[in-house]
């Protein structure tokens, strides 16, 4: 597989970089300037104003955020948009993908639900139908990006006793949102709660199960991406700091246990960039191994993330632990890159059932 991008996916990465570099991750227009680059319809099909584009122009830009510690709903609302444009009516499509696409709202998914894992067998809360063509959502989701603003959220639940999603509107009566107070400061997520909330039955995604199963799967490589970025850059942090910190009359750099832990960080993001990478072209060219690799991927990631963050703070010394520079920034989002959308174990009891089915339980 070429993994060399095309001058499209260059341009992508270039301007993507450029816009995150001249303004503050943090800064409140920031969405609606990357709508103008285009990002929020990059999911989206061409017919409803968007580029339908595919996972690993998604993985670029994902990866340029986690790089930043952008504060932007992207990887929620193109994840939204890619399970409607898969199994959204055409009226559901109609009604929501243009304004995604346009950037003058965006969306986000709540899937996983307190003390519960990343995956099909944690969904806990239930859709159940009534008289009519009426769905009622009951449950709690928690680690629920940017929900406060979002205009929907695509819910997970129980329906006929399997799971499947509902997009519901942020405003329907029944449903709260309470942020959470969590270890990333560079993101916001919240706890939402579904006590009776009343939706259409026509705004059920189609797929069921393997519906949702595939977007988890995306989630995961859009993370590893995310992740892969926050990695880059502390390793970019860590070697440029080591040139300039001089102990004993010489650059910290030059001592040779530093430079294997330089080299040790950087085989790690080199590890996650090829299995990422590697996830999103398999998923885009409909490999019949892109299942295993978006597990691969994301396992390998959880478990790097932690280990280039550690090694980087490490490396730093007491410069490193003070709350003035920014390194405990890229931590903490490394270390909730390494469990949004499932842990490293969860990625691999799955690559190993898929792998040895009869060695794992269902």
């Known amino acids: 597989m070429d993994f060399e ?10 301007a993507s970089r450029d816009l995150l570099r001249d303004h503050s991750p943090a800064d409140p227009a920031l969405w609606r300037l990357a709508a103008g680059v285009g990002w929020p319809g990059l ?3 061409e017919e409803y104003g968007g580029t339908g584009q595919g996972l690993i122009e998604l993985a670029l830009v994902a990866e340029e955020v986690g790089r930043s510690l952008g504060h932007v709903p992207f990887l ?3 994840l939204v948009a890619r399970a409607l444009a898969r199994g959204g009516s055409p009226s559901l499509r109609k009604d929501v993908l243009p304004a995604l696409a346009e950037g003058t709202a965006w969306a986000s998914w709540a899937f996983a639900e307190p003390g519960s894992p990343w995956t099909l067998g944690g969904v806990g809360a239930t859709a159940r139908r009534t008289d009519g063509d009426t769905v009622v959502l009951d449950g709690v989701k928690t680690t629920v990006q940017d929900a406060e603003g979002a205009q929907w959220l695509l819910v997970t639940a129980r329906h006929d006793g399997v799971p499947a999603s509902f997009l519901v509107d942020r405003d329907a009566p029944g449903l709260t949102v309470r942020r959470q107070q969590v270890l990333d400061l560079t993101r916001t997520v919240y706890e939402v ?3 009776g909330v009343r939706v259409s039955l026509d705004r059920c995604l189609d797929g069921g199960p393997a519906a949702v199963q595939r977007l988890l799967d995306d989630a995961s490589v859009l993370a590893s991406a995310d992740a892969l970025g926050v990695m880059d850059h502390l390793l970019e942090m860590t070697v440029a700091y080591m040139k300039v910190r001089v102990q004993f009359g010489r650059p910290l750099g030059s001592f040779q246990a530093v430079k294997h832990k330089c080299a ?5 993001v080199h590890g996650t960039r090829a299995a990422t990478a590697y996830a999103a072209m398999a998923a885009d060219a409909g490999s019949p191994d892109s299942v295993a690799a978006a597990c691969a991927a994301a396992s390998y990631a959880s478990a790097a993330a932690g280990e280039v ?3 980087a703070l490490q490396l730093h010394g007491g ?3 003070t709350w003035e520079h920014d390194l405990h920034l890229h931590l903490r989002r490394a270390k909730t890159d390494a469990v949004l959308y499932g842990d490293a174990a969860v990625h691999r009891d799955r690559l190993s059932a898929l792998i040895r089915p009869e060695t794992v339980p269902t």
């Not at 991008?5 to 270039?14: I, N, V």
Request: glycine letters at 4%; proline letters at 7%; aromatic letters at 4%.
């Open 43 to 45: 999911a989206v099909p």
């Open 5 to 14: 991008l095309s001058d499209e996916q260059a341009m992508l990465r270039a």
């Open 193 to 195: 709660r579904l006590d």
């Open 264 to 268: 040790s960080m950087a085989m790690l």
């Open 309 to 311: 963050a550690a090694e």
């Open 319 to 321: 410069i490193g632990f």
């Open 76 to 78: 929620p609302t193109v």
